[in-house]
């Protein structure tokens, strides 16, 4: 059997499924490879090579559901994996709002291109990713000197493919490539701090794969900003979260979009759609095709044909992530079961620029630690990075704590940065708050 296609053996799932009985299923055949290497003091650390194939069906019998998964590909394997499927499925309680994706939501998906995969990552052989790591590791001891604690770099390259099925029509093949380099240093400073800073660069294809040098010497001038961190008194000042960072904090205002938070009553965002929720900067599209994103889709996990979606417009709230289960629950349309790429409308000013409009603020480079009540909004979360002073950027600063509650923050935001941070599928430029409360000395 593991000489069949996953089509093959999709179909071969569904079909099963259905002559037990089950009228309604989903399949999912996958296939993976990843390979790394950690360099450490100019030799490999550590290697890793994992390849995983799988098969998962979900069964649907008049509200009972189950879900399962199996590795062994083996015909009398699959029949047995089969048969305690239907018999899990037949022992569950039935839940009413459990049913198959509506047919209808998979209608109008777009046959495009979205570039996801590139040959030539599955092409990259072991001494290309030993010469890539080696190279960004003396690249970032070169750069720190005799500040030089402890450098890694790790190389790493990964490939994928599904096929979907479900018994109601759907069907749906993707294939996507990863490549990326990733170094991070620790440098001597006074009284035995060990500041440590770190680079990234990759993407879908090996042509998105910056110089290995410039990663390692990137890693140390994350460092370096770290140098001489002096701790400061509590202040309310104006903030700037560098776009590198600024996920973290958009996260507690994107968790409070999830369909489930909603139905029990966790989010603090009900009650608020079509309804003002912070600045008029605000506005965060999900857009899934675009090309080479590491988000980016033609379905959602369902099924559910991908389509911009505005999550937040000027300002307003427009659309919480709403799948099929939480939407019969709900009563509401669904719109998908989560994010594809986000981008944030970026604003016409660098970093630099919108520093050089802030007397005195701080710009935040990094959290640590620290939660968000998805219920009520409220946060804290510690922080570290740089003194804004007459319009310059100073001196680094750390031990600050940020606190607050979402459902203000965001009609603080005065300024948007033109500088998303491209290596995510959030896509997210530097953000600038009014009149930010820091906990310091």
């Given at each position: 059997?593991?000489n069949?296609?996953?089509?093959?053996?999709?179909?071969?799932?569904?079909?099963?499924?259905?002559?037990?009985?089950?009228?309604?299923?989903?399949?999912?055949?996958?296939?993976?490879?990843?390979v790394?290497?950690?360099?450490?003091?100019?030799?490999?650390?550590?290697?890793?090579?994992?390849s995983?194939?799988?098969v998962?069906?979900?069964?649907?019998?008049?509200?009972?559901?189950?879900?399962?998964?199996?590795?062994?590909?083996?015909?009398?394997?699959?029949?047995?994996?089969?048969?305690?499927?239907?018999?899990?499925?037949?022992?569950?309680?039935?839940?009413?709002?459990?049913?198959?994706?509506d047919?209808?939501?998979?209608?109008?998906?777009?046959?495009?291109?979205?570039?996801?995969?590139d040959?030539n990552?599955?092409?990259?052989?072991?001494?290309?990713?030993?010469?890539?790591?080696?190279?960004a590791?003396?690249?970032?001891?070169s750069?720190a000197?005799?500040?030089?604690?402890?450098?890694?770099?790790?190389?790493?390259?990964?490939?994928?493919?599904?096929?979907?099925?479900?018994?109601?029509g759907?069907?749906?093949?993707?294939?996507?490539?990863?490549?990326?380099?990733?170094?991070?240093?620790?440098?001597k400073?006074?009284?035995n701090?060990r500041?440590?800073?770190?680079?990234?660069?990759?993407?879908?294809?090996v042509t998105?794969?910056?110089?290995?040098?410039?990663?390692?010497?990137g890693?140390?001038?994350?460092?370096?900003?770290?140098?001489?961190?002096?701790?400061?008194?509590?202040?309310k000042?104006?903030?700037?979260?560098?776009?590198?960072?600024?996920?973290?904090?958009?996260?507690?205002?994107?968790?409070?979009?999830?369909?489930?938070?909603?139905?029990?009553?966790?989010?603090?965002?009900?009650?608020?759609?079509?309804?003002?929720?912070?600045?008029?900067?605000?506005?965060?599209?999900?857009?899934?095709?675009?090309?080479?994103?590491?988000?980016?889709?033609?379905?959602?996990?369902?099924?559910?044909?991908?389509?911009?979606?505005a999550?937040?417009?000027?300002?307003?709230?427009?659309?919480?992530?709403?799948?099929?289960?939480?939407?019969?629950?709900?009563?509401?349309?669904?719109?998908?079961?989560?994010?594809?790429?986000?981008?944030?409308?970026?604003?016409?000013?660098?970093?630099?620029?919108?520093?050089?409009?802030?007397?005195?603020?701080?710009?935040?480079?990094g959290f640590?630690?620290?939660?968000?009540n998805?219920?009520?909004?409220?946060?804290?979360?510690?922080?570290?990075?740089?003194?804004?002073e007459?319009?310059?950027?100073?001196?680094?600063?750390?031990?600050?704590?940020?606190?607050?509650?979402?459902k203000?923050?965001?009609?603080?935001?005065?300024?948007?940065?033109?500088?998303?941070?491209?290596?995510?599928?959030?896509?997210?430029p530097?953000?600038?708050?009014?009149?930010?409360?820091f906990?310091?000395?």
């Open positions: 059997m593991s069949l296609s996953n089509e093959q053996i999709g179909q071969m799932i569904i079909d099963g499924a259905k002559k037990r009985g089950i009228k309604d299923s989903k399949a999912v055949v996958g296939e993976s490879r990843s790394s290497v950690i360099f450490r003091k100019g030799i490999p650390d550590k290697v890793e090579d994992s995983r194939r799988s998962s069906v979900t069964l649907y019998d008049n509200g009972k559901y189950s879900s399962s998964t199996s590795n062994d590909f083996r015909k009398e394997a699959l029949e047995s994996f089969l048969d305690s499927a239907v018999a899990m499925t037949k022992a569950m309680v039935p839940d009413p709002f459990r049913e198959i994706t047919p209808k939501l998979y209608e109008g998906r777009e046959d495009i291109d979205l570039e996801l995969y040959e990552v599955e092409k990259f052989t072991g001494s290309m990713r030993n010469e890539a790591a080696l190279e590791e003396q690249a970032a001891l750069a000197g005799d500040k030089a604690l402890s450098a890694e770099s790790s190389m790493e390259t990964s490939i994928g493919s599904s096929y979907k099925i479900h018994s109601n759907f069907s749906g093949k993707e294939k996507g490539s990863q490549i990326w380099l990733y170094t991070e240093i620790s440098l400073d006074e009284g701090k500041p440590s800073g770190w680079e990234i660069s990759g993407g879908r294809f998105e794969l910056g110089s290995p040098k410039d990663v390692g010497i890693a140390v001038k994350q460092a370096s900003l770290k140098l001489g961190t002096q701790k400061i008194s509590t202040r000042c104006p903030m700037i979260v560098e776009n590198r960072t600024a996920g973290r904090l958009l996260g507690g205002l994107l968790g409070a979009t999830s369909g489930r938070a909603l139905q029990q009553k966790s989010s603090f965002l009900d009650g608020m759609k079509d309804k003002t929720a912070g600045s008029s900067l605000l506005t965060i599209t999900d857009s899934p095709f675009i090309k080479r994103g590491l988000g980016s889709r033609l379905y959602d996990s369902e099924g559910i044909s991908a389509r911009p979606m999550v937040f417009e000027n300002g307003v709230f427009k659309n919480f992530y709403v799948d099929t289960y939480y939407a019969k629950k709900l009563q509401v349309p669904p719109t998908f079961g989560g994010s594809s790429n986000l981008i944030f409308t970026p604003g016409q000013k660098s970093l630099e620029e919108l520093a050089a409009e802030i007397n005195n603020g701080i710009l935040v480079r640590i630690g620290g939660n968000t998805g219920t009520t909004g409220d946060f804290s979360l510690g922080v570290y990075g740089t003194l804004i007459n319009g310059v950027i100073t001196t680094p600063v750390s031990e600050l704590n940020i606190s607050g509650n979402h203000e923050l965001w009609h603080k935001l005065a300024a948007v940065g033109n500088d998303p941070w491209k290596l995510s599928s959030k896509q997210i530097s953000l600038v708050f009014d009149e930010i409360q906990s310091g000395n």
